[in-house]
């Protein structure tokens, strides 16, 4: 059964960091990319990042709204994301979720983890 478990939201002044995590369980985490997502109150949910598998080396893509700002990062032996966000900005309050695809023969399933509330505010 997959899982992922979204933590390490919470309230932060403007410029001020915060790091998340997303823990997976139920699926080989080290072959599959993850992907960072934010909903902010209001709007649809929108990327922010994701990571590829280490085993293709890691590559990482971000919206350009978070680039420069935000680093997502992984630790296949912890089966864990991360999204180390600095610079953080009132617009960057959202429920930020990570999803993972997984692919078997020629089907394909999102999973998602519930998400976790960052809020930015003075």
């Known amino acids: 059964q997959v899982q992922l478990a979204e933590s390490g939201g919470g309230l932060v002044q403007p410029g001020g960091s915060l790091k998340l995590s997303c823990v997976a369980s139920g699926f080989t985490f080290s072959n599959h990319v993850v992907n960072w997502y934010r909903q902010a109150p209001g709007k649809e949910r929108e990327f922010v990042a994701r990571i590829f598998s280490t085993r293709i080396g890691g590559a990482t893509n971000y919206a350009d709204s978070v680039k420069g700002r935000f680093t997502i990062s992984r630790d296949d032996a912890r089966n864990t994301a991360y999204l180390s966000m600095t610079g953080l900005e009132y617009e960057d309050t959202a429920v930020y979720y990570c999803?993972?695809?997984?692919?078997?023969?020629?089907?394909?399933?999102?999973?998602w983890g519930p998400g976790t509330q960052v809020t930015v505010s003075s």
């Open positions: 999803k993972v695809v997984i692919f078997s023969g020629d089907r394909s399933a999102e999973y």
